[in-house]
T-cell receptor
């Protein structure tokens, strides 16, 4: 059982480049979310989805796009990378939105030069 | 505006002693609270949770206490073991989850 799989694990981009961070889960979870982790800030919610075809913004959505065409996949797109987006990105899922623990992937470490 | 705060960036305890990690929150709409544990190069893993209708939840060596009037929760680890050394995140949920900045726990043999 793979759980939540994130690819790539590491990536270096130049300012202005675009990139998609992949996230897939095999637990048939309806709710998926993206967080970024920065020193002293904890994990901050970027975007989330309560099911296929439905997405919404979290705390820090600017500069990021998401889509949810299937239950399994929830990619995060950076259209024009900025140094401020250097961070560790985590994808998470849970069965449905609400009071339940989330399952996290192992993260993508992204550096923007 | 951080709605969940962990004011201690780090904590060091001796093996066998109690570890107490603290967390404060500001949003009274939060009704579910969790603790996650994170090792380097891995994602956070769920440790223990508590609903707002309870004030204590225990799971083996881990106990979470909730004081709603003070908007405060704590995680007690007894006895602490070297394998408990990790970063611990407090989280609170009212549909969406908000996380604290984390506390790095070091348990010394």
């Amino acid at each position: 059982n793979a759980g939540v799989t994130q690819t790539p694990k590491f990536q270096v981009l130049k300012t202005g480049q675009s990139m998609t961070l992949q996230c897939a889960q095999d637990m048939n979870h309806e709710y998926m979310s993206w967080y970024r982790q920065d020193p002293g800030m904890g994990l901050r919610l970027i975007h989330y989805s309560v099911g296929a075809g439905i997405t919404d913004q979290g705390e820090v959505p600017n500069g990021y796009n998401v889509s949810r065409s299937t239950t399994e996949d929830f990619p995060l797109r950076l259209l024009s990378a900025a140094p401020s987006q250097t961070s560790v990105y985590f994808c998470a899922s849970q069965p449905v939105q609400g009071n339940q623990p989330q399952h996290f992937g192992d993260g993508t470490r992204l550096s923007i030069l | 505006d951080q709605q969940v705060k962990q004011n201690s960036p780090s904590l060091s305890v001796q093996e066998g002693r109690i570890s107490i990690l603290n967390c404060d929150y500001t949003n009274s709409m939060f009704d579910y609270f969790l603790w996650y544990k994170k090792y380097p190069a891995e994602g956070p893993t769920f440790l223990i949770s508590i609903s707002s209708i309870k004030d204590k939840n225990e799971d083996g060596r881990f106990t979470v206490f909730l004081n709603k009037s003070a908007k405060h929760l704590s995680l007690h680890i007894v006895p602490s073991q070297p394998g408990d050394s990790a970063v611990y995140f407090c989280a609170a949920s009212a549909l969406d989850m908000r996380f604290g900045a984390g506390t790095r726990l070091t348990v010394k043999p």
